[in-house]
């Protein structure tokens, strides 16, 4: 059962501005229905991208060095379970997540909550990315969320070569188009600890994103195929029973803020020239 708890608000001291120490709690169905409305509503959303079936939006952040997204594709042929699978499997995400250098789970909170690990290749000259976060998920009718935010492990703190960006909120809604078919929304709140030159925005926007979702796509086309030859029974994101992961209580957790962690300056980064070929595109 998942524990019932309302949305995390940010505990301030009498005496000043500054973030304290905040408890981690796992989402319950508010947050979720929260979480499904933003992707739904088209209210302080600006659409940046729009084309085959692939649209993405951005939303001005009162601070400059949070970025806010929004995507959604349409996915013919592709049932709303299979991309749940898909957006699920670590093992299979190696075979196309490109843009991932590492991943790999820590423990488990409880059967439908995990705290895991997530290195990203950014857009060179810039320092990659890394995430610890706690992930929750809940199919719910003929949807599917899976929700995610940062948290600090002791035993997983910020790694040299890296730069530890905060999730503040992100995560999919899968949403069933009848028989075969889905829309997959993606939505991420993220601080990425550093000043970001508007090039890398525009660059996201207008190409990795787009690619990003299309991959999950072709992804979802072809992992039937795959699944059936790799363990198609496994799956403990639906059968808790299955979780070989150790336990971990929330309690060794607490919220990731960017007030503790480096904040680098990249607003003079320049971008090499890099062809955007039709594919990368479509």
């Known amino acids: 059962m998942r524990q019932k708890t309302g949305k995390e608000r940010p505990t301030r001291s009498s005496s000043s501005c500054l973030y304290v120490k905040m408890a981690v709690q796992i989402p319950d169905d508010s947050v979720f229905s929260s979480f499904k409305d933003q992707c739904l509503s088209p209210d302080g959303w600006i659409s940046r991208y729009s084309k085959g079936g692939v ?49 790999y789970d820590i423990g488990r909170l409880t059967a439908n909550a995990d705290v895991g690990y997530y290195s990203w290749k950014c857009p060179s000259p810039l320092k990659n990315r890394d995430f610890v976060t706690m992930r929750s998920w809940l ?9 995610n935010y940062s948290v600090k492990h002791p035993q997983h703190p910020p790694k040299k070569d890296y730069v530890r960006a905060v999730s503040l909120l992100t ?25 970001l030159p508007k090039w890398v925005v525009n660059r996201v926007s207008q190409f990795v994103a787009p690619k990003a979702m299309r991959k999950i796509y072709k992804a979802s086309l072809k992992y039937p195929d795959w699944k059936r030859k790799h363990s198609p029974a496994l799956k403990p994101w639906m059968f808790p029973e299955q979780n070989s992961l150790p336990s971990i209580s929330v309690g060794e957790l607490t919220l990731q803020r960017g007030d503790s962690l480096e904040n680098i300056d990249e607003s003079g980064a320049t971008e ?11």
Do not use: F
């Open 55 to 103: 649209t993405v939006w951005c939303q001005a952040e009162e601070s400059r060095t949070v970025q806010k997204l929004k995507m959604r594709i349409v996915c013919k042929d592709v049932a709303a379970e299979t991309l749940y699978d898909v957006l699920h499997d670590t093992s299979y995400r190696r075979k196309w997540d490109t843009n991932m250098i590492d991943t």
């Open 171 to 195: 995560g999919y809604l899968i949403q069933s188009n009848g028989a075969g078919c889905s829309t997959l929304y993606y939505l991420t709140q993220m601080d990425p600890r550093g000043s």
């Open 272 to 282: 090499e020239k890099t062809h955007h070929s039709e594919d990368e595109e479509t």
């Open 139 to 147: 199919p719910l009718g003929n949807d599917y969320l899976i929700i």
